[in-house]
């Protein structure tokens, strides 16, 4: 079984900074691309950022300049650091992995979500 835990989400005031981890678990053999994605009330579900297994990365327009994916494969985690925080970034942030697990299975896993709220 796998599981994807994200903690560092909260309440933050405009212009402020928040750094989202995620540690991923279980049985797994190897990890490659890991993600972000946010969800804002009565949207869709939509990327925020993602980095391959050797750092190659991606981010959504809206979030250029202002976040950075990272990881750390030895430990397999993912982390977003949020800068500049505006009220149009709060979301549920949901972490992302494609991973192979030990049965052989390669597949897209997803954590529960951490809640940002960027308000004054």
């Known amino acids: 079984q796998v599981q994807l835990v994200e903690s560092g989400g909260g309440l933050v005031q405009p212009g402020r900074s928040l750094r989202l981890s995620c540690a991923a678990s279980?049985?797994?053999?190897?990890?490659?691309?890991m993600g972000w994605y946010r969800q804002a009330p009565g949207k869709q579900r939509e990327l925020a950022a993602t980095?391959?297994?050797?750092?190659?990365?991606n981010y959504a327009d809206s979030v250029k300049g202002r976040f950075t994916i990272s990881r750390d494969n030895a430990k397999n985690m993912v982390y977003l650091q949020m800068n500049s925080l505006k009220p149009e970034d709060t979301a549920v942030y949901y972490c992302?992995?494609?991973?192979?697990?030990?049965?052989?299975?390669?597949?897209?896993?997803w954590g529960q979500g951490t809640q940002v709220t960027v308000s004054s």
């Open positions: 992302n992995a494609n991973l192979l697990t030990l049965r052989g299975l390669r597949d897209d896993f």
């Open positions: 980095i391959t297994n050797v750092g190659s990365t």
């Open positions: 279980g049985s797994i053999l190897s990890i490659y691309a």
